[in-house]
């Protein structure tokens, strides 16, 4: 890989509800009719890009916005399931003002309750399916994935760790690093995930 095309999913009925989704076995969670007009706008964006790979995560907003974004273009899609947005345990299904009211009040080493992820654990993660992005022999490779990776990585980017809460990420733009951009700032972030703590 030379240059991932970073891109948070378009809207999604999840999203435009107010509750989160983590599981991606849960049906439902597709795009919105904005969030379809949006994937079309990032697909005019990408038109004169050479995108030699797609890849999504297990979650059907990201894959319906990649298919919306590379119509009519023959590009690959790999799935990788590391990308997948942070499990929500007991918060599943629910609204995510709940989800960070509990997350503002326990560190990021604490695992969420009801099979849920510690922020932690989700950022190691993160690391490992960027690390798979960055093993890919293509050249440039459009990654749509969730505001939570994408946010952790770009905050490593300028050197910052995960917060408590973090800022969202817009949807369907794109944010373009080089593989050694990539490189350094999934570094960061498997090293926050070994000593996690919120400043």
């Not at 797609?54 to 894959?63: A, G, I, K, P, Y």
């Not at 946010?151 to 990420?169: F, G, K, N, T």
Request: proline letters at 7%; hydrophobic letters at 45%.
């Amino acid at each position: 890989m030379e240059l991932a095309i970073l891109v948070r999913h378009a809207e999604s009925e999840f999203s435009v509800s107010g509750r989160v989704n983590g599981d991606p076995d849960v049906a439902g969670g597709g795009l919105t009719p904005a969030g379809r007009l949006q994937a079309g706008a990032l697909a005019t964006l990408l038109a004169d890009d050479p995108v030699d790979l797609c890849v999504v995560t297990e979650f059907s907003r990201t894959r319906e916005t990649a298919e919306l974004a590379l119509a009519g273009r023959d590009v690959p899609r790999l799935v990788v399931p590391e990308l997948n947005d942070i499990r929500f345990g007991s918060f599943e299904g629910g609204l995510l003002d709940d989800y960070r009211k509990w997350a503002h009040a326990h560190g990021p080493g604490e695992t969420c309750p009801g099979g849920g992820e510690s922020r932690a654990a989700a950022a190691e993660r993160f690391a490992r399916g960027f690390r798979a992005v960055l093993a890919r022999p293509e050249p440039r490779v459009l990654v749509v994935a969730h505001g939570l990776p994408i946010r952790y990585l770009l905050s490593a980017l300028i050197e910052q760790d995960p917060a408590a809460i973090v800022e969202p990420v817009p949807y369907a733009e794109t944010q373009r690093v080089s593989a050694a951009q990539l490189a350094r700032a999934t570094a960061r972030l498997e090293a926050w995930s070994r000593s996690p703590s919120f400043a």
